[in-house]
């Protein structure tokens, strides 16, 4: 069908090209040791590029089986169309095939989910634990007249809710984690640090508002990275809705601070994006300059530069890391406070003036030992204090994103705003 809508496309005077997702997914869900879910699904979709009179358009569809209709129905979208925006087709061949080096027993991933319960008995005030688990293997392709590529990736998706209570207050942690290949080894032991601070934090205080040096955990990094990931978009630097326009070649946060984009090292590995761009290895902010726009091939071409392969976003988008241990990070800190959740990134962040005012939970460390937790409080700050204010960059990734991942930072003179 595809090679049926490409030629019915050329007699139209259409050039097209057909981007295929192709997703495999296992779901397993389970409520306080008992099995909730066991799913087994298939999707296909398609993109459909159509360029006519150097104007690109887009049409999406989850089936081809009327080429003729596919046909009629872009023509439509042409005659309504008024901007003129350049694009090409991808060209060349690619032929990426899955590998993936494990077996799966998926009965073994069901217990060991259900198993979870079993926390209940070391930490008692657990009231609930709800768990999700997704393995996915994605395929894509794109095919026109001149080209053909195909790409296979797998990942896993860990999940956990859990509810504890202590006489009549209750807080809920939810936790996600992903992988390349199946860890829940290293799931358990997030989801054991995760329950140490959530305990803590039962008896949380609250704190005077003034500038304080903080540890920024990893999650909270990659959460704040990742809200911001379209300001390094060359779209919309272009459009003036991103803090970056005007600022490329410019230092625009601390020397520590190197940032990378690394598609085909990621925990879904990509070989291209969406229009059929080779992804590559690249520096967006190097040594603290913003030194890199990331771009599809419609800004690629208005700028007349290389294609970053950036159609879908960012793919592994992460800070470099550092060679500091988290208690290392927390000696270092000696007096201050961990913030380990935020909350509200939608609302709380200003992606055009880059303001930051997030409702978070934290550790307070006092001697360089956690001596009590902090509820209510509001990380108050903006993108740029926020990577320039850097004492020391953690060693240990995030991994509560597919996409963008951070270590954890050591920062200084950082607002909190708390009640007292």
Same mark, same amino acid.
């Given at each position: 069908?595809?090679?049926?809508?490409?030629?019915?496309?050329?007699?139209?005077?259409?050039?097209?090209?057909?981007? &295929?997702?192709?997703?495999?997914?296992?779901? *397993?869900?389970?409520?306080?040791?008992?099995?909730?879910?066991?799913?087994?699904?298939?999707?296909?979709?398609?993109?459909?590029?159509? %360029?006519?009179?150097?104007?690109?358009? =887009?049409?999406?569809?989850?089936?081809?089986?009327?080429?003729?209709?596919?046909?009629? !129905? /872009?023509?439509?979208?042409?005659?309504?169309?008024?901007?003129? !925006? $350049?694009?090409?087709?991808?060209?060349?061949?690619?032929?990426?095939?899955?590998?993936? $080096?494990?077996?799966?027993?998926?009965?073994?991933?069901?217990?060991?989910?259900?198993?979870?319960?079993?926390?209940?008995?070391?930490?008692?005030?657990?009231?609930?634990?709800?768990?999700?688990?997704?393995? #996915?293997?994605?395929?894509?392709?794109?095919?026109?007249?001149?080209?053909?590529?195909?790409? &296979?990736?797998? #990942?896993?998706?860990? @999940?956990?809710?859990?509810?504890?209570?202590?006489?009549?207050?209750?807080?809920?942690?939810?936790?996600?984690?992903?992988? =390349?290949?199946?860890?829940?080894?290293?799931?358990?032991?997030?989801?054991?640090?995760?329950?140490?601070?959530?305990?803590?934090?039962?008896?949380?205080?609250?704190?005077?508002?003034?500038?304080?040096? /903080?540890?920024?955990?990893?999650?909270?990094?990659?959460?704040? +990275?990742?809200?911001?990931?379209?300001?390094?978009?060359?779209?919309?630097?272009?459009?003036?809705?991103? *803090?970056?326009?005007?600022?490329?070649?410019?230092?625009?946060?601390?020397?520590?601070?190197?940032?990378?984009?690394?598609?085909?090292?990621?925990?879904?590995?990509?070989?291209?994006?969406? &229009?059929?761009?080779?992804?590559?290895?690249?520096?967006?902010?190097?040594? @603290?300059?913003?030194? +890199?726009?990331?771009?599809?091939?419609?800004?690629?071409?208005?700028?007349?530069?290389?294609?970053?392969?950036?159609?879908?976003?960012?793919?592994?988008?992460? *800070?470099?890391?550092?060679?500091?241990?988290?208690?290392?990070?927390?000696?270092?800190?000696? !007096? @201050?406070?961990?913030?380990? &959740? /935020?909350?509200?990134?939608?609302?709380?962040?200003?992606?055009?003036?880059?303001? /930051?005012?997030?409702?978070?939970?934290?550790?307070?460390?006092?001697?360089?030992?956690?001596?009590?937790?902090?509820?209510?409080?509001?990380?108050?700050?903006?993108?740029? =204090?926020?990577?320039? !204010?850097?004492?020391?960059?953690?060693? =240990?990734?995030?991994?509560?994103?597919?996409?963008?991942?951070?270590?954890?930072?050591?920062?200084?003179?950082?607002? %909190?705003?708390?009640?007292?």
């Amino acid at each position: 069908m595809k090679q049926k809508i490409i030629e019915l496309g050329k007699k139209a005077k259409i050039d097209i090209e057909i981007f &295929e997702k192709t997703q495999e997914k296992v779901d *397993i869900n389970t409520m306080n040791g008992k099995e909730k879910l066991f799913q087994i699904t298939n999707v296909t979709s398609y993109r459909i590029k159509a %360029i006519k009179n150097e104007i690109s358009i =887009e049409y999406m569809t989850d089936n081809l089986k009327n080429p003729n209709l596919i046909i009629d !129905n /872009i023509q439509n979208i042409f005659k309504l169309q008024e901007n003129k !925006n $350049k694009n090409f087709l991808c060209q060349g061949n690619l032929k990426h095939k899955l590998e993936q $080096k494990e077996t799966l027993d998926y009965n073994k991933i069901k217990q060991d989910f259900l198993n979870l319960i079993d926390l209940k008995k070391e930490y008692p005030l657990i009231l609930n634990i709800e768990t999700t688990y997704s393995h #996915y293997i994605n395929r894509y392709g794109i095919n026109n007249k001149e080209c053909s590529l195909t790409d &296979e990736t797998y #990942y896993h998706e860990y @999940g956990v809710a859990i509810t504890i209570e202590k006489i009549d207050k209750k807080k809920v942690s939810f936790i996600n984690f992903y992988s =390349e290949n199946y860890d829940f080894k290293s799931f358990y032991h997030y989801v054991r640090e995760k329950l140490e601070y959530l305990i803590i934090k039962l008896n949380g205080d609250n704190c005077t508002t003034k500038k304080y040096n /903080i540890i920024l955990k990893n999650n909270a990094v990659a959460h704040i +990275l990742n809200t911001f990931a379209n300001s390094f978009q060359s779209k919309d630097i272009e459009q003036n809705i991103s *803090i970056l326009s005007g600022k490329r070649t410019q230092k625009i946060f601390d020397d520590k601070i190197t940032i990378v984009e690394d598609p085909k090292n990621g925990i879904e590995k990509r070989y291209f994006d969406t &229009e059929g761009t080779i992804t590559y290895e690249k520096e967006i902010v190097k040594n @603290g300059i913003f030194q +890199l726009e990331i771009n599809n091939l419609e800004y690629a071409t208005k700028q007349n530069v290389k294609a970053t392969g950036n159609a879908y976003g960012v793919n592994n988008l992460y *800070i470099k890391s550092g060679d500091n241990s988290e208690q290392e990070l927390i000696q270092k800190l000696n !007096n @201050g406070i961990i913030i380990d &959740e /935020i909350y509200g990134l939608h609302s709380g962040i200003d992606k055009k003036n880059g303001t /930051i005012s997030l409702h978070a939970e934290g550790l307070v460390v006092e001697n360089g030992k956690i001596t009590n937790g902090l509820e209510m409080i509001i990380l108050s700050t903006n993108f740029f =204090e926020l990577f320039s !204010n850097v004492i020391e960059i953690g060693k =240990e990734y995030s991994h509560n994103l597919l996409c963008v991942s951070a270590p954890s930072l050591l920062l200084k003179n950082i607002t %909190i705003v708390g009640k007292k």
